[in-house]
């Protein structure tokens, strides 16, 4: 089984839709990140999470919120789809007493805003 | 001016060529340099990682570092189709966060 698992996969939604794309781990870890991947931009932070009561913001967070749920959960939520957040978007943890240079990614979510 | 700079391609090249790969960085204030390497429809993985400065090998493939021009070069010795993917090279930004900062990624084709 997947040590990082996303859902859903690929999502189609219009304008204005509230989206939640969630995200689990077992792993262990206790850091975890959202991502999204756009042609030519590379993969841009949206959020992270050092433990379940910490929680930041990365260079791209307008438009989206988090809640982790648990040390193994953290959700990304859309609350007003726009058609400028079609992307990939990708979760990743990493362990806090490991190593600062590796985080473990899920197979990513590809959302459609039409 | 990005923190890390990368050519985005595509690079194409023949079964056994050897492939550099490069990026550039612009701030001197982290430690780790790595590249990871991300399969069509799937997440990237860790591929190497390199401290400070200077070379790491790990089979055909060579990561070296170059603080002075900072410069950072992935290398790929007779290179295989399994090869192809997307490469992203990436930088820690210190004081163990764990964050990292991406390049855009090269797409590598490499052609039986």
């Known amino acids: 089984d997947a040590d990082v698992t996303q859902t859903p996969r690929n999502r189609i939604t219009k304008t204005g839709k509230r989206i939640m794309l969630e995200c689990s781990q077992t792993?262990?870890?206790?850091?975890m990140y959202w991502y999204r991947q756009d042609p030519g931009l590379g993969l841009r932070l949206i959020y992270y999470?050092?433990?379940?009561?910490?929680?930041n913001k990365g260079e791209i967070s307008d438009g989206y919120s988090v809640s982790r749920q648990a040390q193994a959960k953290f959700s990304l939520s859309l609350e007003s789809a726009i058609p400028n957040q079609t992307a990939l978007y990708f979760c990743?943890?990493?362990?806090?007493?490991?190593?600062?240079?590796?985080?473990?990614f899920g197979p990513g979510t590809r959302l459609t805003v039409t | 001016q990005k923190e890390v700079e990368q050519d985005p391609g595509p690079l194409s090249v023949p079964e056994g060529a050897i492939v550099s790969l490069n990026c550039t960085y612009s701030?001197?204030?982290?430690?780790?340099f790595m590249w990871y390497r991300q399969y069509s429809r799937k997440g990237p993985e860790l591929l190497m990682y390199?401290?400070?400065?200077g070379n790491k090998e790990d089979g055909r493939f060579t990561a070296q570092v170059d603080k002075s021009s900072k410069y950072i070069s992935l290398f790929i010795r007779d290179s295989q189709p399994s090869d192809s993917a997307t490469y992203l090279c990436?930088?820690?930004?210190?004081?163990?966060?764990?964050?990292?900062?991406f390049g855009t990624g090269t797409l590598l084709a490499v052609q039986p």
């Open positions: 792993k262990g870890h206790d850091r």
């Open positions: 990436a930088k820690d930004i210190g004081g163990a966060t764990n964050k990292l900062i």
């Open positions: 999470s050092f433990d379940v009561k910490d929680i």
């Open positions: 390199t401290y400070s400065s």
């Open positions: 990743a943890t990493s362990d806090s007493g490991g190593s600062s240079y590796e985080q473990y």
């Open positions: 701030n001197s204030a982290f430690q780790y």
